[in-house]
């Protein structure tokens, strides 16, 4: 192997060189070139965006990927140049073993028809997951590993070379100002026997070798200013476009939102759809089973009211709305057997003398009555009796 010895050595002594000078810096021993504060802005703005890049990249992949050790995979796929083997989504793999359990369990059947339909469902929505996958990893998450693997990468390079040229032109000063201060001296006192080299120049004065090494020295820094201000320029021309950077991470995230909604959106119309079909053929076997209530509160209000017990009234029963409203409370009979117990989830005050107040983890008894609101129901407690919501309560049994 050939070695340049003499390359090799001025390497050395260039590390060397920019190791004291950072060693001195640190100690407060040494003076050190300040960049201007635009400069300043641009780095730490630089920082600031690759920080959150970072951030929002990694959050992103365990968004579409929730999988640590499908990750895992995807990356040595990519750090091996291979293209990712195509992988079954949750939704798909669950639909499939619908459709797998719906021919054991005879698709003529209701449990078997339906759990065909529900799989179907299942598996648009895992296709529709994987294209989602597919539009965001292309379209937001390879912009942000092209910055972070590319453009950033050439950012730090050539800051870490500026950093270098800033050591190198601080040690030239230092050295240029070692120089002078020993210039004056020996002008001020000559001491031959001290000042001139022991055993090549005889003649030579202090102050003559002094000035030659003031000249190399200031040689040496008007070339460490210049490679300093040339490197200052090339990495400020990358720190600004950093803001290029930022208006295509805004068209990418733009377009990471259309994607999001859009596959959102299919979910949506897939679920109405499935929820809608399953409403119309199994409605004679559970008639409200999937029927959509506007009101806030009664999504679990239809199998409540199946379920209860339905006790019948003093004089007149009715079944509609408005009637329901006059029922008196004190007239309404428990039924004979059937009685439910609750257990009270969140403390109630009763808004009027038709309702019971509620105090949170007690056991009260309920029941239902024909016409009755199905978001209530009548509470008793010892000889207290009442309107009572559903939504405060939790049915034991």
């Not at 499939?96 to 359990?101: C, F, G, H, N, R």
């Not at 022991?198 to 030659?212: D, G, K, P, Q």
């Not at 329901?324 to 009027?352: C, F, H, M, N, S």
Request: some cysteine; aromatic content about 8%.
């Amino acid at each position: 192997m050939d070695f340049n010895v003499k390359k090799l050595a001025s390497d050395a002594g260039v590390f060397f060189t920019r190791a004291v000078q950072f060693t001195e810096e640190k100690l407060g021993q040494a003076e050190k070139t300040e960049l201007d504060a635009h400069f300043e802005n641009l780095l730490a703005r630089a920082d600031c965006t690759k920080n959150w890049t970072e951030k929002i990249f990694r959050q992103t992949e365990v968004l579409l990927q929730p999988n640590p050790s499908a990750r895992i995979e995807e990356f040595l796929f990519e750090k091996l140049d291979r293209k990712v083997p195509s992988r079954t989504t949750n939704g798909e793999l669950l639909g499939q073993y619908m459709l797998d359990a719906a021919k054991d369990f005879g698709p003529g059947t209701p449990y078997g028809s339906t759990l065909i339909k529900v799989g179907e469902c299942q598996r648009r929505l895992g296709g529709g997951e994987r294209e989602f996958m597919q539009t965001s990893a292309i379209n937001f998450l390879t912009p942000l590993r092209n910055f972070l693997d590319g453009d950033w990468r050439t950012i730090s390079k050539e800051r870490r070379l500026l950093e270098n040229r800033r050591l190198d032109l601080d040690a030239c000063k230092a050295r240029l100002k070692k120089a002078k201060l020993a210039e004056a001296k020996a002008a001020a006192a000559p001491n031959f026997q001290e000042t001139r080299p022991r055993n090549y120049v005889l003649s030579a004065s202090a102050s003559a070798l002094w000035s030659e090494e003031v000249d190399k020295a200031e040689h040496e820094l008007r070339v460490a200013q210049t490679e300093f201000d040339r490197q200052a320029e090339v990495t400020r021309l990358l720190l600004e476009g950093i803001s290029s950077t930022h208006v295509n991470h805004l068209r990418c995230l733009h377009e990471f939102v259309e994607a999001q909604a859009i596959y959102y959106n299919q979910c949506h119309q897939y679920m109405m759809d499935l929820q809608k079909e399953l409403g119309s053929s199994d409605g004679d076997v559970y008639p409200n089973a999937f029927t959509v209530n506007p009101a806030p509160s009664s999504s679990a209000s239809p199998s409540t009211a199946a379920t209860l017990p339905v006790v019948s009234i003093a004089g007149a029963v009715s079944t509609s709305a408005p009637e329901a409203d006059t029922l008196k409370i004190e007239e309404v009979q428990p039924p004979a057997t059937g009685t439910r117990k609750a257990k009270v989830l969140y403390d109630y005050d009763a808004a009027d003398t038709s309702e019971m107040s509620l105090l949170a983890d007690e056991l009260i008894t309920v029941y239902t009555v024909p016409g009755m609101d199905p978001d209530w129901l009548v509470g008793e407690r010892g000889n207290q009796k009442g309107k009572v919501p559903v939504t405060y309560l939790e049915l034991l049994s």
